[in-house]
């Protein structure tokens, strides 16, 4: 009861708008990253946020919506998490940002999985989230002096395909996990370092 012997209201906790949506996508990733898609129901994220049903709507349309947003958030974090320091030595950046890659990959290794071999299908937009990530990556290192002096068109393409044999390699490791992380990663570096002639120094 209240002092003036009216009924207490519920403390509901008020997000803004992006406070919110940060909030929902947050709970996806965590909800994608341990069952499949069709095992994540909206109403099991708006119990979870503690929030109506329709307010999920009123940020997500459908499910389909919130999933690629889900996934273009987890893009986004794993582009931020492997951004490494400028300043450091070009063997040490590259061997940083690849762990990180592999931690990234671990943690979401359901999600990384579905991403990768097509999500909820020939979606466009999943397409879009999983080719803007490997331009992303492949920009990073094009933009390495030590690695693209000058950026050739042989050497994107290399890069391109360094990219591609990464996630390929990610995605059975995920699977077995039968050889060390550290070997997985020196592996990338000298696949690296023999299609670009990377310095090693």
């Given amino acids: 009861m209240s002092r003036s012997g009216a009924p207490a209201l519920k403390r509901r906790t008020r997000l803004v708008t ?7 996508l947050a709970l996806g990733l965590q909800m994608f990253a341990s069952r499949s898609y ?15 049903k329709g307010l999920v709507y009123h940020y997500f349309p459908t499910k389909r919506h919130f999933y690629v947003a889900a996934l273009r958030e987890a893009a986004r974090q794993l582009v931020a998490e492997t951004e490494t320091d400028e300043s ?26 579905a991403l990768m071999r097509g999500g909820i299908g020939s979606d466009k937009q999943v397409a879009a989230v999983v080719e803007q990530t490997r331009e992303a990556i492949v920009e990073r290192v094009l933009a390495a002096p030590e690695i693209a002096p000058a950026a050739t068109p042989m050497l994107r393409l290399a890069v391109r395909g360094w990219v591609g044999f990464v996630e390929a390699t990610a995605l059975e490791w995920i699977e077995r996990h039968d050889i060390e992380r550290d070997a997985l990663v020196r592996m990338w570096m000298a696949v690296l370092f023999t299609a670009t002639g990377f310095a090693r120094a």
């Fill in 18 to 24: 992006s406070e919110r949506r940060a909030q929902l």
């Fill in 38 to 52: 069709d095992e994540v129901s909206m109403e099991e994220l708006a119990a979870k946020a503690g929030i109506s």
């Fill in 88 to 113: 450091a030595p070009p063997n040490e950046r590259l061997e940083k940002a690849l762990v990180a890659y592999l931690t990234f990959v671990e943690r979401h290794a359901r999600q990384y999985a």
